[in-house]
């Protein structure tokens, strides 16, 4: 699997340029458009590119759903950084059931000891799943 990393768009987009021939790659940085098609253009054998979860799920769907039509998949790859989870699929169900009934966040907050913040990361990430299916 090549490998490329860097800080910045420009340095993976030129480093892209200088070609490859596996069919696996792994990118550092969001797969824009810009970056999806210099790897398109560039390798020939592409047919699978790896990115960070975190960034797969900044990708936008128009770039996903490019990939798909060409026949290349974008997968995440790695554990992601971060504290691991300890939230489970029950504890947002019950988040969803107090927000139904109109329990304020403050009040789920307290009761099932969760921080607010957390409960709003929840949620968000809850629809985003949603979105994608």
């Given at each position: 699997?090549?490998?490329?990393?860097?800080?910045?768009?420009?340095?993976?987009?030129?480093?892209?340029?200088?070609?490859?021939?596996?069919?696996?790659?792994?990118?550092?940085?969001?797969?824009?458009?810009?970056?999806?098609?210099?790897?398109?253009?560039?390798?020939?054998?592409?047919?699978?590119?790896?990115?960070?979860?975190?960034?797969?799920n900044l990708t936008s769907t128009r770039?996903?759903?490019?990939?798909?039509?060409?026949?290349?998949?974008?997968?995440?790859?790695?554990?992601?950084?971060?504290?691991?989870?300890?939230?489970?699929?029950?504890?947002?169900?019950?988040?969803?059931?107090?927000?139904?009934?109109?329990?304020?966040?403050?009040?789920?907050?307290?009761?099932?000891?969760?921080?607010?913040?957390?409960?709003?990361?929840?949620?968000?990430?809850?629809?985003?799943?949603?979105?994608?299916?």
């Amino acid at each position: 699997m090549k490998k490329f990393r860097a800080s910045n768009k420009e340095e993976i987009i030129r480093q892209i340029r200088e070609g490859f021939i596996e069919e696996e790659v792994y990118v550092a940085l969001r797969p824009s458009i810009d970056i999806v098609v210099e790897l398109l253009e560039n390798g020939p054998n592409l047919s699978c590119i790896y990115c960070p979860p975190s960034l797969y799920n900044l990708t936008s769907t128009r770039v996903k759903r490019a990939l798909e039509k060409v026949g290349v998949l974008l997968n995440p790859l790695g554990g992601g950084a971060g504290r691991p989870r300890v939230y489970s699929e029950q504890d947002v169900k019950e988040i969803r059931k107090m927000q139904k009934i109109g329990v304020s966040i403050t009040r789920v907050s307290k009761e099932l000891e969760i921080p607010r913040r957390t409960i709003y990361y929840l949620l968000k990430e809850d629809e985003n799943r949603e979105k994608e299916e």
